[in-house]
């Protein structure tokens, strides 16, 4: 969550006597986030909302995303869907940008997950999993193969010759687990601590979708474990690491070929992140306007994934 398109008090009022909720009493800003613009509202009857404005977003492309969210919270997942206004629509342009209103949830991220934690955190992955694989929704992938490659064509020049072998690597085992007759369905595919709300104890919301797309379901445990699961080095700790694939096997067991192909499922998630980080780098060291995270975590994940560490 961020701000980069700044409203004013009369574009969000204006926006909100679309829906029967009430005027607005205040607004702020929020601090943190990567790529869309996020802003906390009050209105004077008390309720919260929060309102997403998409800053690479299409209109086109919202619509999967809206009918993801709906679907997983219909089922009773703590997942947040778009309100809708007096005409049933969920979209909303505002400066010639789409946005989505979403009702507040009470909740705080985890910044230091216990085992007991990383296990909830694991039941509701599967959860997601078990529903997602019901669901007839399909979208290609943020992060699949063409992104990886592209991605690493950008960042290349800012890497060693070590890291680009590593990279090469990488890429030809992500076609060879595309290949693999594993389960897949609409994954979320971001489940970091802060996409996680935690109130009394519980999962009280899972949020930004955004990156959701087909993919294979050990990529998203990985992809987790690589974020939950890590000790005060930075590196993942086997006993979290093992609680987490507990908890997640106690709903779904792995096949066969997920349990083959874990260790690399790990490498694949680690190496995703580590380019995209590094591509936010190299842009803003162009000048773009970009949410700096350290690549070189992701880096030193891979290389523990590979027994290097």
């Known amino acids: 969550m961020a701000v980069y398109t700044k409203l004013t008090k009369m574009q969000i009022g204006e926006l909100l006597t679309r829906y029967d909720l009430g005027a607005l009493q205040s607004f702020r ?15 004077e009857n008390g309720e919260q909302l ?44 505002i400066a010639d940008k789409p946005v989505l209103l979403y009702p507040f ?35 290609s992938c943020p992060g699949d193969i063409d992104w990886m490659r592209r991605s690493w064509n950008y960042v290349k020049p800012s890497l060693s010759d ?40 519980e999962v009280s919301a899972v949020i930004d979708f955004y990156y959701a797309g087909t993919e294979a379901l050990i990529l998203d445990i990985a992809i987790a474990v690589n974020d939950w699961c890590l000790n005060d080095e930075g590196l993942v700790d086997s006993e979290m690491r093992g609680e987490f694939l507990e908890a997640y096997e106690s709903r779904r067991k792995f096949t ?46 891979l290389l523990q994934h590979l027994d290097f560490i």
């Open 50 to 93: 929060v309102l997403t404005l998409f800053e690479s977003f299409s209109s086109a492309e919202l619509p999967f995303y809206i009918e993801l969210t709906s679907a997983l919270n219909a089922r009773g997942l703590p997942v947040p869907c778009p309100m809708q206004d007096t005409d049933g629509s969920e979209m909303q342009m």
């Open 256 to 301: 066969s070929l997920e349990q083959e192909h874990w260790q690399a499922a790990q490498q694949l998630a680690a190496t995703s992140f580590w380019l995209s980080r590094q591509e936010s780098l190299v842009r803003a060291q162009q000048g773009a306007q970009q949410v700096i995270k350290d690549p070189a975590a992701f880096k030193r994940l």
């Open 29 to 43: 800003g929020a601090e943190d986030g990567i790529e869309n613009t996020t802003y906390f509202l009050v209105l």
């Open 105 to 139: 949830v009470m909740g705080k991220h985890i910044e230091h997950p216990n085992c007991e934690e990383v296990r909830k955190v694991a039941l509701f992955l599967v959860n997601i999993h078990q529903q997602s694989l019901t669901l007839p929704l399909r979208n």
């Open 162 to 201: 070590d890291e680009n072998q590593i990279v090469e690597d990488m890429l030809v085992l992500q076609d060879k687990v595309q290949g693999l007759n594993i389960p897949r369905a609409v994954i979320h595919r971001d489940l970091f601590r802060d996409n996680i709300l935690f109130d009394e104890g």
